[in-house]
């Protein structure tokens, strides 16, 4: 069993779910938000109707998580019908109920329509010949990044990145892996100053594109992480991102809201 699937492994109990917050995937001084929005999706994953799909999730990030922690997950499912359901996960501490992180998922039963596709891919280079990268903290330890273009700090203003990203511990990706992956970006406030800078994750919004074939066509191979900043000021920051297969498919979007100082 890869790190990774240790670290979403989640036991229910008494109508609920528990989970450790896993030391091997801490960042600067908390859980990585990629955790929390992964184990609340695999939360809802367990119970929802088998024939739907995520299809989005958005995380809020309310308190840190402290690693080695043991937290309680609840699930509840808010409506919906046989094609969409609406749930709802909130993270608390094992004995208390003040709430750590709370996240809306959408399900779907994502049956064969027409379809189109705005954006293209851009041009990356192979990864194997690109330099390696591992953000801060445990968890960075675990994932790889091979930077291509705006990586911090740089001597220009432009918040465009793009990078190949890929887990070290040979976990086969799915859709909690892209909520993981989706928050492996440097924070856009990074970009217009001289380095990092205080930052943390308000609330991040990823959107499932991918089919079924074409996430398990990806295994435990590489992603393009593409993000740019739509704007920051006054303490908040936003980022729009697309994540892609390397056979070029669009897998996920997201948008996060950051604070900064």
């Given at each position: ?36 929005a992964a184990v609340c999706l695999l939360a809802v994953v367990q119970q929802a109707d088998p024939q739907h799909r995520p299809s989005a999730i958005t995380t809020n990030f309310i308190e840190a998580i402290p690693p080695t922690s043991e937290v309680r997950i609840r699930t509840r499912r808010l ?183």
């Amino acid at each position: 069993m890869s790190d990774l699937t240790e670290a979403l492994t989640l036991r229910p109990g008494n109508g609920c779910w528990t989970a450790l917050a896993d030391p091997r995937y801490e960042s600067i001084n908390s859980m990585f938000g990629g955790w929390t929005a992964a184990v609340c999706l695999l939360a809802v994953v367990q119970q929802a109707d088998p024939q739907h799909r995520p299809s989005a999730i958005t995380t809020n990030f309310i308190e840190a998580i402290p690693p080695t922690s043991e937290v309680r997950i609840r699930t509840r499912r808010l409506g919906g019908g046989r094609s969409i359901e609406h749930w709802v996960t909130e993270i608390t501490p094992i004995d208390e109920e003040r709430i750590l992180a709370h996240a809306v998922v959408v399900m779907t039963n994502r049956r064969s329509t027409d379809g189109h596709v705005q954006a293209k891919m851009p041009n990356a280079p192979d990864p194997n010949i690109l330099d390696e990268f591992h953000a801060p903290g445990t968890q960075g330890e675990r994932t790889l990044i091979r930077p291509i273009a705006g990586h911090p700090p740089h001597d220009s203003d432009d918040t465009f990145s793009l990078a190949w990203v890929r887990d070290l511990t040979g976990r086969t990706v799915d859709r909690a892996q892209l909520a993981f992956l989706a928050d492996q970006f440097a924070p856009r406030s990074f970009f217009w100053s001289d380095g990092p800078r205080p930052s943390a994750t308000l609330t991040m919004t990823v959107y499932f594109h991918g089919t079924d074939d074409e996430i398990a066509s990806v295994g435990d191979n590489y992603i393009l992480n593409e993000a740019i900043a739509s704007r920051g000021e006054s303490s908040t920051c936003g980022q729009h991102a697309r994540m892609w297969s390397r056979s070029g498919a669009l897998l996920a979007t997201s948008e996060q809201l950051s604070w900064y100082r």
